[in-house]
Every structure is written in structure tokens, then in C-alpha cells.
């Protein structure tokens, strides 16, 4: 699993012209499943997530992760994270999860985030629809986390 983390100010996720879903200050995350993932995949990538310091503090370090902070999350499903280009100018996506196991390890990871976070503090774009993703990049600020059995 891999989760591409931009520190935003602000993003949101925009359906069929309608705003779906935005936060204020917190992270973006592009959210990434293989086909070898799991449930626990999906908990520790949460709890890394959570736990990752790129706010800054008062001395302004990257001290403090998104719940320090009191951001927000907002979780998009991105299956292109798993693209394979090493080979024509077409990419592969045959690490990629199906689409049964995305959905259900996509809707794990917002499960756990959540209760890292609050249940507040978790938004969501819509799984398998076309997304406009609009955002603020803090910094810019992007991080690539993986769980531990990710594909490479």
C-alpha cells in the first residue's frame, strides 16, 4: 500500500461539479492499494499517516504530525500510485488491487485514520469516480509512505 501525503492548507474533492468533500489545514492523501495488501496494510499505513511529523512548530522544525497540529485528512483513492512505466510509454497497472479489494482495504484505511484522528477529522473522495482534486500545498510538503509488504 502507498500513500502519496502532500501537507495542504486546504483541499478539497469536487463530483460532477459539486463539492464532495474539503478540509482546512492537514493532509491530502493519495491513497494506493496492490493486490498483496491487507487489513493490517491498510492500520499501519493509517497509524503512520497519523503519525507523521511535517507541521512545524513554533521554532518552525517538522515537529509535529497532523493530530499535534488539529488538521484534517482527506483520503483519495489513486490506483495510478501502482503504475509500472518500466516498460513502452503505456503504464501497467497489474500491481494494483482489483477493484473489491481497493474499495474495501481504501474504506480500512479511513476506518483507521479515523480513529487516530476523529471521526471529524477524515474526509473522503468517492471511490472509482472521476475526482477534481483542488488544494493549497504547505510548503510544498509531499511524502511517499508504504506499508512494510509493499510491491516493488
Same mark, same amino acid.
Given at each position: 500500500m502507498?500513500?502519496? $501525503?502532500?501537507?495542504? !492548507?486546504?483541499? %478539497?474533492?469536487?463530483?460532477? #461539479?459539486? $463539492?464532495?468533500?474539503?478540509?482546512? !489545514? #492537514?493532509?491530502?492523501? *493519495?491513497?494506493?492499494?496492490?493486490?498483496?495488501?491487507?487489513?493490517?496494510?491498510?492500520?499501519?499505513?493509517a497509524?503512520?499517516?497519523? %503519525?507523521?511529523?511535517?507541521?512545524?512548530?513554533?521554532?518552525?522544525?517538522?515537529?509535529? %504530525?497532523? !493530530?499535534?497540529?488539529? #488538521? %484534517?485528512?482527506?483520503?483519495?483513492?489513486? *490506483?495510478?500510485?501502482?503504475?509500472?512505466?518500466? +516498460?513502452?510509454?503505456?503504464?501497467? *497497472?497489474?500491481?494494483?488491487?482489483?477493484?473489491?479489494?481497493?474499495? +474495501?482495504?481504501?474504506?480500512?484505511?479511513?476506518?483507521?485514520?479515523?480513529?487516530?484522528?476523529?471521526?471529524? !477529522?477524515?474526509?473522503?473522495?468517492? *471511490?472509482?469516480?472521476?475526482?477534481? $482534486?483542488s488544494?493549497?500545498?504547505? #510548503?510544498?510538503?509531499? $511524502?511517499?509512505?508504504?506499508?512494510?509488504?509493499?510491491?516493488?
Open positions: 502507498r500513500a502519496l $501525503i502532500q501537507r495542504v !492548507k486546504r483541499a %478539497s474533492v469536487t463530483v460532477n #461539479g459539486v $463539492i464532495h468533500s474539503e478540509i482546512g !489545514k #492537514g493532509l491530502l492523501v *493519495f491513497l494506493g492499494v496492490a493486490n498483496t495488501d491487507t487489513p493490517e496494510a491498510a492500520q499501519y499505513l497509524q503512520r499517516s497519523a %503519525s507523521l511529523r511535517i507541521f512545524e512548530d513554533d521554532r518552525e522544525k517538522m515537529n509535529l %504530525s497532523v !493530530k499535534d497540529a488539529d #488538521g %484534517s485528512a482527506l483520503v483519495v483513492s489513486q *490506483f495510478t500510485l501502482y503504475a509500472d512505466t518500466r +516498460k513502452g510509454n503505456r503504464p501497467s *497497472f497489474v500491481d494494483a488491487a482489483n477493484p473489491e479489494l481497493a474499495e +474495501k482495504l481504501y474504506h480500512e484505511f479511513i476506518r483507521s485514520l479515523s480513529v487516530e484522528l476523529g471521526e471529524t !477529522k477524515v474526509c473522503a473522495g468517492v *471511490f472509482r469516480a472521476m475526482m477534481d $482534486i488544494l493549497i500545498n504547505d #510548503g510544498p510538503v509531499t $511524502i511517499m509512505l508504504e506499508s512494510k509488504n509493499h510491491v516493488s
